[in-house]
């Protein structure tokens, strides 16, 4: 039997061997479902933190008069201007939508209840309610995005 | 996270007035000087965009402050993190409200 200061010893030589860093937060292939939707939540939050700080510093060019903003519109209203917008729409679409699902799961809403572990094993709160949540802000993200091609393309 | 769900189901409302004050009309016209100036001198409207601003930097600073303290704990890190993405989202706040005040006086 190990005393305790075998325990620590053991727990501090290993302390980091468990660590993956952003290699484990990138990597979409492990848990299923909700860890894609993890993935995806963390990317299009980041993604669009990004974004919010550009469209801040690109709106301030208003202040310096009607042919600032011109050059500043002149960078942003072309076919890549465009297609990055229609990015935005769908990354803060799913964002959103996703942003739901995980308010009703935090407040304990389509989690299921805690039942005995039978084989195979599938976890409780990962059901149809939650997979279709996914599914749900998956579908909305590529709606918002047709609808927001059709409205930007239209003006060319 | 009750901030961060609170900012951010506020700013999904605040956001979708934001958007559909794009669509009111064809979308290269509303994005004109002088329709956006119209925007910004409108009071209601300059007030949804600063709550827009707070809304969003809160909700943005702090879920980029929650994946940051995912990859790593300790007290350092976790102060340094607080720290930085307070300053950053105070930062843009400001800038994005010199913006609002400036544009909403401009002629």
Redesign the interface.
């Known amino acids: 039997m190990k005393s305790f200061n075998e325990d620590r010893i053991y727990s501090n030589s290993n302390k980091r061997e468990n660590r993956e ?2 290699k484990a ?1 990138l990597n979409p292939s492990r848990y299923g479902w909700e860890r894609i939707s993890y993935w995806l939540q ?1 990317l299009t ?2 993604f ?2 990004i974004y ?2 550009g469209h ?2 690109e ?2 060019s ?2 310096d008069g ?1 042919d600032a ?2 050059a500043m ?1 002149e960078l942003t ?1 072309t076919t890549w201007g465009h297609l990055f917008l229609i990015l935005v729409i769908g990354t ?1 679409t799913f964002h ?1 939508a996703n ?2 699902r995980l ?1 009703f799961t ?1 407040t304990g809403r389509a989690v299921g209840k805690p039942g005995r572990p039978d084989y195979p094993y599938s976890p409780v709160s990962l059901n149809y309610r939650q997979k279709s949540g996914i599914w749900i802000a998956l579908i909305l993200a590529a709606t918002a995005m047709l609808y927001g091609a059709n ?2 393309f239209a ?1 060319e | ?1 009750k901030i961060h ?1 609170i900012s ?2 506020a700013a ?1 409302f605040v ?1 979708a007035v934001h958007i559909i004050m794009r ?1 009111v009309m ?3 016209m509303s ?1 004109e ?1 002088e329709n ?2 119209a925007n ?1 001198q409108n009071i209601a409207y300059a007030v949804l965009l600063e709550s827009i ?1 707070v809304l ?2 809160i909700h ?2 702090n ?2 402050r929650i ?1 940051l303290l ?3 704990q300790n007290i350092a890190w976790e102060n340094g993190v607080t720290v930085f993405t307070l300053v950053a989202m105070v930062a ?1 706040i400001a ?2 409200t ?2 609002i005040i ?2 909403n006086g ?1 002629g």
Do not use: C, D, H
Request: hydrophobic share 60%.
């Open positions: 860093g952003l937060w963390r939050g980041v669009l933190l919010f700080v801040v510093i709106t301030s208003l202040v009607k903003w011109n519109l209203q803060s959103s942003g739901i308010l935090e409205i930007l003006g | 996270m769900y951010g189901i999904l956001v669509l064809p979308f290269s994005l000087y956006v100036i910004y601003l969003i930097a943005g600073f879920g980029l994946i995912e990859f790593r843009l800038y994005g010199r913006t400036i544009a401009l």
